[in-house]
């Protein structure tokens, strides 16, 4: 078990929550393809309330759900993924796997039972 974290600059945004994994050594692609489809899933499963994973539906998505509309949708976890990957290489956020950070997807990370992995959401500058 590893410990997953969302935090932003201002701070952790909701509590640790787990992720099983089995293996030694991933991918950082492989540990962010695992927390989103996982994500997904748990949300999938709810059948209710908003999606808050690592990044947010397409506006396209919540336009059609409607900020107000409260009949669920299911999320598809490889749009979820793929956006994920993008945002991961337009600094969207940035990965610290036990404090040191990863910024290549393909680099091979070590896990440990007890790892922490957070994900640190960059907001951009307002007018800059």
Known sequence: ?????????????????HLEIFEERLSLREVIRRRVFQEVAEHNARRSGPFRGLVQPSETERALNGPDR??????????????????FGRNGFIVLVDDRQVDDLDTQVDLRTGSEITFLRLVPLVGG
């Not at 078990?1 to 929550?17: C, F, K, L, N, P």
């Not at 598809?76 to 994920?84: F, G, H, I, N, W």
Request: cysteine-free; aromatic content about 8%.
């Open 70 to 87: 409260y009949e669920h949708r299911p999320v598809d976890p490889q749009r979820q993924y793929e956006r994920a990957v993008e945002a």
């Open 1 to 17: 078990m590893i410990g997953i974290v969302d935090e932003t600059t201002a701070g952790r945004e909701q509590s640790a929550w």
